[in-house]
Nanobody
Framework: QVQLVESGGGLVPPGGSLTLSCVSS????????MGWYRQAPGNQREWVASITSGGATNYVDYVKGRFTISRDNTKKTLYLQMNNLKPEDTAVYYC???????????WGQGTQVTVSA
């Protein structure tokens, strides 16, 4: 069983920045592809960004150039640096470990990000 614990959410004004962190309890974090999803009120959960075990990254179009996903395998921690935040970025952000043929997927409990003046 893997536990993913997010932190770093909060209230920021438009144009502000936040960095989310996700600490994994998994023993082989470095071999796992990881991602961030978000869910705004009334909306479905949506993919935001992902990073492979080798460090390759992908982003949904509307966060490209503003968000950066990264990982520190020595700390078993996933990050999401969010800059130039907009009100439409308001959501609960979830850390996600992608499944493999042998390992299930895992979700964190979520951290609230609110962008408002």
């Amino acid at each position: 069983q893997v536990q993913l614990v997010e932190s770093g959410g909060g209230l920021v004004p438009p144009g502000g920045s936040l960095t989310l962190s996700c600490v994994s309890s998994g023993s082989i974090f470095s071999n796992r592809a990881m991602g961030w999803y978000r869910q705004a009120p009334g909306n479905q959960r949506e993919w935001v960004a992902s990073i492979t075990s080798g460090g390759a990254t992908n982003y949904v179009d509307y966060v490209k150039g503003r968000f950066t996903i990264s990982r520190d395998n020595t700390k078993k921690t996933l990050y999401l640096q969010m800059n130039n935040l907009k009100p439409e970025d308001t959501a609960v952000y979830y850390c996600y470990q992608f499944p493999t043929s042998r390992v299930s997927e895992y979700w964190g409990q979520g951290t609230q990000v609110t962008v408002s003046a």
